[in-house]
């Protein structure tokens, strides 16, 4: 038994967290594996929402990566 839980795949694919409603509306049922109880707080609503969230530093990095053409075309 203890072989089959080492070599479920369930913990490396974990239910994405849209927004801080129930079951992180990942399903309008109640999914087969629990929820974090973080989605209240960590979720892509507030990622979007969020101007110091990661998503959006990684956005002002793309834009300022995109003003430039030796950042696009350069061999690092």
């Known amino acids: 038994m203890?072989?089959?839980?080492?070599?479920?795949r369930d913990h490396g694919r974990p239910h994405v967290h849209w927004d801080d409603s129930a079951n992180a509306r990942f399903?309008?049922?109640?999914?087969?594996?629990?929820?974090?109880?973080?989605?209240?707080?960590?979720?892509?609503?507030k990622q979007v929402e969020g101007p110091a969230s990661l998503l959006s530093?990684?956005?002002?990095?793309?834009?300022?990566r995109n003003l430039t053409k030796i950042y696009l075309f350069t061999d690092f």
Do not use: G, H, R
């Open 57 to 64: 530093f990684w956005k002002e990095c793309l834009k300022l």
């Open 2 to 8: 203890s072989n089959m839980v080492l070599s479920a």
């Open 27 to 45: 399903s309008s049922c109640v999914p087969w594996t629990k929820v974090n109880d973080n989605y209240t707080y960590i979720n892509v609503q």
